[in-house]
């Protein structure tokens, strides 16, 4: 196709992402002008900008999948119920971020900007549809999250957590270029429906797993799956608390979409063959995650071994290799969002001398000081321990109906294992909360936190459980009609 | 009547009106300045009526119901995801156990009148608590059952570790993560005969049960998944090591409902689910169960005579009188089954009853120590009287519920296993050992401990919570038949549908 028709066919389809771009322009250069004094109107306008292109992915979403900028990119339902995901969950990092540097006094307007160019890159890796845009979309969102988790230049925490991350992370870009080149040497084609194609033909061989075992080692570190979470725990304690929250949300939905799309579309070939790749990654993870969480007494610690075990719970999903797998995984992490941002709006709403709560023992006699706040992180956790009436027992019941109908019921019984051991550490949070003698006063907690954390308990609970028949609708027909 | 409530969803009227109660006390909570005792009181009796309100409504689904039918009744169904759907109906033994919960839940919130502090949630979990345990018995879809089956820890774990004993932390956790790893095996099961079944419904399931059936080595590991959870829930030996540390810690209320009402679900889901979808396997691990069933009685009753503490004493007597439910069970017979539900039942007044006879005396005295007590006679003789009645009832005199229930799993087992059957009736003269025993260090002799001068009789209150349920142990004692003939359809249909089975 001529480049110039195509270009002109793509600009329409590419809206959400384009609207990303502006935002982020504009605001880089509003920020140079007027510094500072703009972080609230510039935060507030980037909390519009990413829920609109949100909006915009659902409302211009295609019937079929089309692939627009020569094939880069595809538009098509499960990139746009992903995308629905992310810009819901950076649009609430974002409000949370924004309150609580107001009330810390680090306004810097490069907050926005930043958290948009990372959501920008989320929007081209869960629309990714070749290798070059994989990748581009991938360190998009990576250099912006390096940068944030060194937010707090002064302060040695926050400064080991961004180095640490962008070295760690560099070297697995690095095995995701190396694993790429495998994958190109050995079937000829950075095209997804090429590759596809080949392995339908029986290319590669050793070659060719040799370089899916890269990607997917990659893309595990990306997610945070064991065993390549080390990093994990500490840039998560290192970064201030709004970008940790920021971390444990939107970037988990799209690695696990990417990683859905690569196995999904061009290795769907080579099932077999990954699926004790990822199931192991998804057991380790798993276990690992509840066992170390175990031992925490840092809160953003724990929640960093509690994303851990709850991406080896999505991978369980996408391990079956049947088309419930990827819609799975997709209803699994719809229904963990809501609970992550809620609980991290909680502990950003637990501020003493200004800063949110730090340790789990923060957390004691909540129940006797603040009955609401009790209730709301009381559902969050059981909702996130999946235990019913909550939406995380639905998603939790999701992945594990499809982890028996692939055949893997050494993994579903594991994980029951595993869910008892994480149920075991959000107890111990419970028993914080609701059994031991109250901590000192809290402040009083600000509107926004107090607003997204009750949004996220209602949708742990009443909302989403009973529009669950929806969702799931959704998510199944995403699947079905992309891969 | 009937008429009355045709076209009522009544199932789900009974079910969620605690629940609806609930929220109007956090409502009330919300508006209230703060709480203070005038409050509390209105919190507590506003809790009362609304338990008793939910007892009009299952009064009123009791009598829409038709006990001459077998078929499940009162059906609701509204379809959900992942293939469930809100299914709700009962049979007669789903009935009385949903009439046994919200009989007993009115008497606990009397008995919790003493609780002090935080009383807005204490009741607010109570109320949740009695929704998820009504649902766990109204429930059709095997995924709701498992929703309303799971739930009820959540409210049982911060009422245990909240308003509980000394380790009441301990005891929360235990009780927690015990019943968790048996509900999940049991979920991985339910999933997989969802897979195969093609349905979530539990007549169809069970109607795929019995006419295709699931094949026989697959029915041994469903029937194990599932035997992880009611067994623990039961609880039966080796498993019920939880069931002494959560009864002792938890308060008054919470013990009854504990006993009364939660200890039942694991019978329950026996008779629902093993024995009806694995009628082989069950053949194949009556043996099994047998020894269990007559060691936890030998052995808790040997135990139970060793104990300190008049609670831990309660809480191995049930664990015994629980052996002798799986033992009916499993027998398979009319007598067995039978018995196993009136025991059952029965079990719910009587340790319901002990233990808020232990209540009573805590609340005044703050310790449930044995041997703190003595010569209570002299000083409460009303209340040494109803100890007397419930005590006998435990030991299963003839005149109290506790007798028929006994000796027809008795009998239902010689019929298999004149072994079985003779090491359970050790059991039951273990019984009256520490039962009478307990007895007689508590309320007989003479009052050695000078503290207990001044105790005080039961007052109104105590008396309103103890007269139903002596009333319900004498008539269930005297006039077994009402409750025999009530749920012999549900009996005759288990039993058909465990004889189908090639053993």
């Known amino acids: 196709m001529n480049p110039a028709i195509d270009l002109s066919n793509s600009l329409p389809l590419a809206r959400p992402e384009l609207l990303l771009v502006a935002f982020a322009l504009v605001g880089a250069v509003l920020g140079a002008w007027f510094k500072d004094r703009i972080f609230v109107a510039l935060s507030t306008l980037g909390i ?70 990372a959501t920008l890159g989320m929007f081209v890796m869960v629309s990714a549809q070749d290798l070059i845009s994989l990748y581009v979309g991938v360190e998009l969102q990576s250099l912006a999250a390096y940068v944030l988790a060194a937010w707090r230049r002064d302060d040695a925490r926050s400064s080991e957590a961004g180095l640490k991350y962008f070295v760690l992370s560099a070297i697995s870009s690095g095995l995701l270029l190396f694993g790429s080149s495998f994958v190109y040497g050995f079937t000829g084609s950075i095209r997804f429906d090429a590759i596809a194609a080949a392995v339908g033909e029986g290319a590669g061989g050793i070659g060719l797993i040799f370089g899916l075992v890269l990607m997917l080692c990659a893309l595990g570190f990306k997610m945070s799956a064991a065993p390549f979470h080390m990093w994990t725990p500490d840039v998560y304690e290192g970064a201030p608390t709004p970008i940790t929250a920021f971390f444990a949300a939107a970037p988990k939905v799209a690695a696990v979409v990417l990683m859905a799309r690569l196995l999904y579309e061009p290795f769907a070939g080579m099932a077999p063959q990954w699926q004790q790749v990822v199931a192991a990654l998804a057991a380790i993870s798993m276990v690992w995650g509840s066992v170390a969480a175990l031992v925490q007494t840092n809160l953003k610690r724990l929640m960093a071994y509690s994303s851990i075990g709850n991406m080896g719970f999505a991978l369980m999903g996408l391990a079956s290799g049947t088309d419930q797998g990827p819609s799975s995984a997709l209803i699994y992490l719809a229904l963990y969002l809501p609970s992550t941002i809620g609980m991290f709006a909680l502990i950003l709403a637990m501020r003493r001398d200004g800063e949110p709560a730090e340790t789990i023992a923060d957390l004691n006699g909540l129940a006797k000081r603040r009955p609401w706040m009790a209730a709301l992180f009381t559902m969050l956790l059981f909702s996130v321990a999946g235990i019913p009436p909550f939406a995380g027992f639905m998603g939790k019941l999701a992945v594990f109906t499809a982890t028996m109908d692939g055949g893997l019921y050494w993994l579903a019984i594991l994980g029951g294992i595993a869910a008892v051991l994480a149920a075991a550490y959000y107890l111990r949070l419970l028993a914080s909360i609701w059994f031991a003698a109250p901590a000192p006063e809290l402040q009083s907690p600000s509107g926004t936190v107090m607003v997204t954390a009750l949004a996220s308990a209602a949708l742990t609970f009443p909302v989403l459980v009973l529009l669950l028949g929806s969702l799931q609708a959704a998510a199944e027909n995403a699947v079905r009609m992309s891969f | 009547m009937s008429e009355f409530v045709a076209g009522w969803p009544i199932l789900s009227i009974v079910t969620f009106l605690p629940a609806a109660g609930a929220l109007l006390i956090l409502l009330a909570r919300v508006s209230a300045r703060g709480e203070n005792v005038g409050y509390d009181n209105g919190v507590k009796l506003l809790t009362l009526l609304i338990t008793l309100t939910t007892l009009v409504a299952s009064l009123f689904a009791f009598a829409a119901f038709d006990p001459s039918n077998a078929d499940y009744q009162l059906q609701e169904i509204i379809p959900w995801a992942f293939g469930a759907s809100y299914a709700m109906g009962v049979d007669t033994l789903a009935m009385s156990l949903v009439m046994l919960t919200t009989f007993l839940t009115p008497i606990c919130i009397l008995a919790s009148w003493s609780i002090e502090k935080q009383v807005s949630s204490y009741m607010v979990l109570f109320l949740i608590l009695e929704t998820l345990m009504i649902g766990v018995f109204c429930a059709q879809d ?103 540390d959560a009864h002792v810690e938890a308060p008054t209320a919470a013990s009854v409902v504990l006993a009364a009402i939660l200890l039942k679900m694991g019978g329950y889901g026996f008779l629902r689910f093993s024995l009806p979808m694995f009628p082989d ?83 005044r005295m703050h310790t449930r120590e044995i041997a703190y007590y003595g010569g209570l006679v002299n000083r409460m003789p009303v209340y040494a009287a109803i100890f007397l009645l419930f005590t006998m009832g435990n030991v299963g005199l003839p005149g109290t519920s506790g007798f028929p229930g006994e000796i027809l799993t008795m009998v239902g087992a010689f019929q298999v296993n004149a072994w079985v059957a003779a090491g359970a009736a050790l059991g039951v003269i273990f019984s009256a050992a520490y039962a009478l025993t307990l007895y007689r260090k508590v309320a007989l002799g003479t009052i050695e401990n000078p503290k207990l001068d001044k105790i005080t009789d039961l007052d109104a209150r105590e008396w309103v919570q103890f007269i139903p349920l002596i009333i319900a142990t004498l008539i269930m004692g005297f006039a077994p038949s009402l409750v025999f003939d009530f749920t012999s359809n549900s009996a005759a249909t288990i039993i058909s549908q465990f004889a189908g089975a090639t053993p």
């Open chain 1, 48 to 117: 519009v900008a990413i829920l609109g292109a949100g909006l915009l992915a659902i409302a211009w979403s295609p019937g079929a999948s089309i692939e627009i900028f020569q094939g880069a990119l595809v538009v098509d339902s499960v990139g746009a119920f992903a995308k629905v995901l992310i810009a819901l969950a950076a649009g609430a990092t974002l409000a949370l971020g924004t309150d609580s540097f107001t009330i810390t006094k680090e306004q810097r307007f490069e907050f926005p900007v930043l958290i948009a160019l």
């Open chain 2, 281 to 363: 396997a069950s053949h194949f691990f009556t043996p099994f169960v047998f020894a269990l069933s007559v060691i936890a009685i030998v052995w808790a009753s040997l135990v139970a005579f060793r104990q300190l503490d008049m609670k831990k004493l309660i809480a191995y007597s049930s664990v015994a009188h629980m052996g002798f439910v799986t033992m009916g069970i499993f027998a398979g017979n009319e007598q067995g089954i039978q018995g196993a539900i009136f025991q059952m039942l029965s079990h719910g007044i009587i340790s319901g009853a002990l233990f808020l006879c232990v209540g009573v005396v805590y609340d």
């Open chain 2, 142 to 244: 095997i995924i709701l059952f498992y929703v309303f089956f799971e739930a009820g820890l959540i409210p049982m774990f911060i009422l245990i570790g909240v308003w509980g004993g000394e380790r009441r932390v301990y005891a929360a956790f235990k009780f927690f993560l015990y019943t968790l790893l048996g509900s999940l095996l049991m979920l991985v099961a339910i999933i997989f005969m969802i897979a195969t079944a093609g349905t979530s419904n539990i007549p169809a399931l069970t109607e795929y049960a019995q006419t295709t059936g699931f094949e026989q080595n697959v029915q041994i590991w469903l029937w194990l998944a599932f035997f992880a959870s009611f067994a623990v829930k039961m609880p039966m030996w080796p498993v019920h090591t939880w069931l002494p």
